[in-house]
């Protein structure tokens, strides 16, 4: 296994790490799967349906503690410790986003304009999350601030049915931008700075010089994506197989200690 600081360094090189098969995430899998099911059936959470039924958003659906257990069932020491690693302290767990894709993913999502929904299709949604889209102005602003991305697969599914994509090394391009957007502002003012204009161009850039990946993994593994690495959802491919749910990811982004001032930094 590589070193605390050989993996360090290749986080902040690739900006994703991929972490082999643990027993205690796997058992976090497998009850987050029971939960995850219970809350993409319930009532209250029809609305995180999507993209005619293809898609279950399920933002915070997860009914997980601050550690991030579920049901009494943790993430499990091994996956806590390397995480510790690349970012020391951790901070409190959100209830964690439970995504469910379908055969037949991306259908257009309502109120969705044709060009945003070729988008979606051609360029898997790609975006850098906590980026917030005003759709009647077209204003993009940095108003959520998460320390990483932990996906963890929660059951079966092949590597076609709508993986993970990111474009490997984009935090490089992707946070100077953001951060030079900012620059010609006072840091109060920078949660209502307008950054559309850069982000597209950086977006651009990221993809006509970062390498495009889909990232498959199963339950009992786990991936990290920096905060600023550009990342989507590929569509439903040929051959693609799952359970009759569909795929299901959790994924936790717990918030940033310290605000945008230290989320902007690299």
Same mark, same amino acid.
């Given at each position: 296994?590589?070193?605390?600081?050989?993996?360090?360094?290749?986080? /902040?090189?690739?900006?994703?790490?991929?972490?082999?098969?643990?027993?205690?995430?796997?058992?976090? @899998?497998?009850?987050?799967?029971?939960?995850?099911?219970?809350?993409?059936?319930?009532?209250?959470?029809?609305?995180?349906?999507?993209?005619?039924?293809?898609?279950?958003?399920?933002?915070?659906?997860?009914?997980?503690?601050?550690?991030?257990?579920?049901?009494?069932? *943790?993430?499990?020491?091994?996956? %806590?410790?390397?995480?510790?690693?690349?970012?020391?302290?951790?901070?409190?767990? /959100?209830?964690?986003?439970?995504?469910?894709?379908?055969? *037949?993913?991306?259908?257009?999502?309502?109120?969705?304009?044709?060009?945003?929904?070729?988008?979606?299709?051609?360029?898997?949604?790609? /975006?850098?999350?906590?980026?917030?889209?005003?759709?009647?102005?077209? @204003?993009?602003?940095?108003?959520?601030? +998460?320390?990483?991305?932990? *996906?963890?697969? %929660?059951?079966?599914?092949?590597?076609?049915?709508?993986?993970?994509?990111?474009?490997?090394?984009? /935090? +490089?391009?992707?946070?100077?931008?953001?951060?030079?957007?900012?620059?010609? +502002?006072?840091?109060?003012?920078?949660?209502?700075?307008?950054?559309?204009?850069?982000?597209?161009?950086?977006?651009?850039?990221?993809?006509?010089?970062?390498?495009?990946?889909?990232? @498959?993994?199963?339950?009992?593994?786990?991936?990290?994506?920096?905060? +600023? %690495?550009?990342?989507?959802?590929? $569509?439903?491919?040929?051959? @693609?197989?799952?359970?009759?749910?569909?795929?299901?990811?959790?994924?936790?982004? $717990?918030?940033?200690? *310290?605000?945008?001032?230290?989320?902007?930094?690299?």
């Amino acid at each position: 296994m590589a070193s605390e600081g050989a993996l360090v360094a290749q986080f /902040h090189k690739k900006g994703w790490l991929r972490f082999s098969f643990d027993a205690d995430v796997a058992a976090w @899998a497998a009850a987050a799967r029971v939960a995850g099911l219970r809350a993409a059936q319930d009532a209250k959470h029809a609305y995180w349906w999507q993209c005619q039924n293809t898609w279950f958003v399920g933002v915070d659906a997860l009914d997980n503690a601050a550690d991030g257990s579920i049901d009494g069932i *943790g993430l499990g020491e091994g996956l %806590l410790a390397k995480l510790r690693g690349l970012f020391n302290e951790l901070p409190p767990f /959100h209830p964690a986003q439970v995504s469910i894709i379908k055969e *037949g993913y991306p259908k257009p999502r309502e109120g969705e304009t044709e060009a945003a929904f070729g988008y979606r299709l051609r360029r898997d949604a790609a /975006h850098v999350d906590g980026l917030r889209l005003n759709r009647e102005t077209s @204003a993009r602003v940095c108003d959520e601030y +998460h320390q990483f991305i932990l *996906g963890l697969p %929660l059951n079966p599914a092949n590597a076609a049915a709508s993986p993970m994509v990111l474009w490997e090394g984009s /935090h +490089h391009i992707m946070q100077p931008a953001l951060a030079q957007a900012l620059a010609d +502002h006072p840091q109060d003012a920078w949660p209502n700075v307008d950054i559309a204009q850069p982000y597209k161009a950086a977006r651009r850039e990221v993809f006509d010089r970062c390498t495009r990946l889909e990232l @498959a993994a199963k339950p009992g593994e786990a991936y990290v994506i920096h905060r +600023h %690495l550009l990342h989507g959802v590929a $569509p439903w491919g040929q051959g @693609a197989s799952a359970d009759p749910e569909g795929r299901m990811i959790a994924y936790f982004r $717990p918030e940033m200690a *310290g605000g945008i001032q230290s989320w902007i930094t690299f």
